[in-house]
């Protein structure tokens, strides 16, 4: 069987639509759609129900899903294996959101190499969507998050939860503040922010990461929700204040990751996050501007 077949079957999988499958890949919807017509074909099964609402997967595609990533995951591993430097015995590719490499999964990676210097290590900054496709796909053996999506096969387990505070650069800064940055932290915070604040007016600036609010807040001032642990230097050091009676927030962090798999590399790879996570509860606390 091509794998590319396998390819195009996990990204409708993971994208719920052929038209989405199709960009994700890069190629035409009727490409996609004569790939998994092939597909079906080989396998004498009907692999997805098609409607208004999307693709989704028939019983005999549930049970195919197993079958395409271990298809997928074994061509990777086998590019990985060749490819190893001289002297590593395995590979393990991670990918986070750039606000979780910030000082927590840095540390990991350095944790990694003290504990399992014989792991290559491949390191990725994403957001969920793209996450989600590559652990699907086989192409990510471990995913840190803040909104992960339940897809079959994979194991979806909480890991700590990120306390976001108001910060601002000038510590006079007026709360509601023109200058205030949104950042996009998921629907867990838009909630929490949305109930705190029912008056405020829509901001005028947005951003989709907590690092493009800092680098802001540093060349043009403002304010903006972004975690403690990432702030906490800046607010010790009098570079950045908390916002005077303006509440916390709290969103949790989760780890992705196949389902069955936790073997060799991703096993010492969780081993160590979960022990990084639970040191960062011990020290999550408020700190003072």
């Not at 396998?6 to 009727?30: C, D, E, I, K, P």
């Not at 609010?213 to 050091?237: D, F, I, K, T």
Request: glycine content about 10%.
């Amino acid at each position: 069987m091509d794998t590319e077949f396998a390819r195009t079957f996990l990204a409708v999988a993971a994208a719920g639509n052929f038209v989405a499958a199709a960009q994700r890949l890069h190629v035409t919807q009727s490409t996609v759609s004569a790939r998994i017509q092939t597909l079906e074909t080989q396998l004498g099964a009907r692999l997805f129900r098609r409607g208004r609402g999307g693709a989704e997967l028939t019983a005999a595609g549930q049970r195919f899903l197993r079958h395409a990533k271990t298809l997928v995951r074994t061509l990777e591993q086998a590019r990985h294996d060749v490819g190893l430097p001289g002297g590593y015995a395995g590979t393990l590719t991670l990918g986070g959101r750039i606000a979780l490499w910030d000082d927590f999964l840095a540390r990991w990676a350095a944790w990694m190499r003290e504990a399992a210097p014989e792991v290559a290590l491949r390191l990725e900054i994403g957001f969920e969507e793209g996450m989600m496709q590559a652990l699907v796909q086989g192409t990510l053996d471990l995913g840190v998050m803040y909104t992960p999506q339940r897809r079959p096969g994979l194991v979806v387990e909480a890991l700590f939860d990120e306390t976001l505070v108001l910060v601002g650069a000038d510590p006079a800064c007026p709360w509601p503040d023109p200058d205030y940055i949104h950042v996009d932290w998921g629907p867990e915070f838009y909630a929490q922010f949305s109930a705190a604040f029912p008056e405020l007016p829509p901001p005028a600036q947005h951003a989709n990461i907590g690092w493009l609010a800092y680098q802001w807040m540093q060349a043009r001032g403002g304010s903006a929700y972004l975690p403690l642990r990432m702030v906490r230097s800046a607010l010790a050091e009098g570079r950045l204040h908390r916002l005077p009676e303006a509440p916390s927030f709290a969103v949790s962090v989760y780890l992705v990751y196949p389902q069955g798999q936790a073997e060799g590399p991703l096993v010492r790879a969780l081993e160590g996050l979960r022990a990084l996570a639970s040191a960062e509860g011990d020290t999550g606390g408020e700190v003072q501007a």
